[in-house]
T-cell receptor
Framework: AQSVAQPEDQVNVAEGNPLTVKCTYS??????LFWYVQYPNRGLQFLLK??????LVKGSYGFEAEFNKSQTSFHLKKPSALVSDSALYFC?????????????FGAGTILRVKS | NAGVMQNPRHLVRRRGQEARLRCSPM?????VYWYRQLPEEGLKFMVY????????ESGMPKERFSAEFPKEGPSILRIQQVVRGDSAAYFC?????????????FGPGTRLTVL
């Protein structure tokens, strides 16, 4: 069964410093990986996805993620954090089912960027 | 191009009442997914529908919950005889195709509170 783990409930970083939000996954077959961000009382916004190709994927708002097959990881990164990046971040894997392709989400990581 | 729309944004019901949540997918999208987010948890898949068909309802509780996506009009998630444990945020997502590399676009969610 497909699963996603986000080992950190919360990540704190100072504005201007690099940030990393960790994600590991378990999936049978090829992994299709996604990052979403959720601001308070809002829906999820798509950040980036890995389907195939380069292991470093670039997404919205300056975020990027590195796919590491041997470590089954897909960590989200940003070189220089902004206070406005503070939000809840979800890693997800696409579960290829017999009928349809649902997303399996991690529990989420709260990112707090302090000025 | 309007995004995924959900209404109402907030819904308060007393125990035993019915809750109806509506979702209008993005224009051109015929695949709809419902997810539930319990407090301080990640999103959990509930059901996947195409027009007039339920494709995968493996995440739906067996009783009291139903979903539909008629030929005309929005998708409806219906919860009968609500209980306090149904209090959660319910998110709808849509996609153009149900393929592995198509991201799902999420609506702002309906926050259901059961008194």
């Amino acid at each position: 069964a497909q699963s996603v783990a986000q080992p950190e409930d919360q990540v704190n970083v100072a504005e201007g410093n690099p940030l990393t939000v960790k994600c590991t996954y378990s999936v049978s077959g090829n992994p299709y990986l996604f990052w979403y961000v959720q601001y308070p009382n809002r829906g999820l916004q798509f950040l980036l996805k890995y389907i195939t190709g380069d292991n470093l994927v670039k997404g919205s708002y300056g975020f990027e993620a590195e796919f590491n097959k041997s470590q089954t990881s897909f960590h989200l990164k940003k070189p220089s954090a902004l206070v406005s990046d503070s939000a809840l971040y979800f890693c997800a894997v696409r579960a290829v089912m017999e009928y349809g392709n649902k997303l399996v989400f991690g529990a989420g990581t709260i990112l707090r960027v302090k000025s | 191009n309007a995004g995924v729309m959900q209404n109402p944004r907030h819904l308060v019901r007393r125990r035993g009442q019915e809750a109806r949540l509506r979702c209008s997918p993005m224009k051109g999208h015929s695949h709809v997914y419902w997810y539930r987010q319990l407090p301080e948890e990640g999103l959990k898949f509930m059901v996947y529908l195409q027009k007039e068909n339920i494709i995968d309802e493996s995440g739906m509780p067996k009783e009291r919950f139903s979903a539909e996506f008629p030929k005309e009009g929005p998708s409806i998630l219906r919860i009968q005889q609500v209980v306090r444990g149904d209090s959660a945020a319910y998110f709808c997502a849509s996609s153009f195709r149900d393929s592995e590399n198509n991201e799902q676009f999420f609506g702002p969610g309906t926050r259901l509170t059961v008194l």
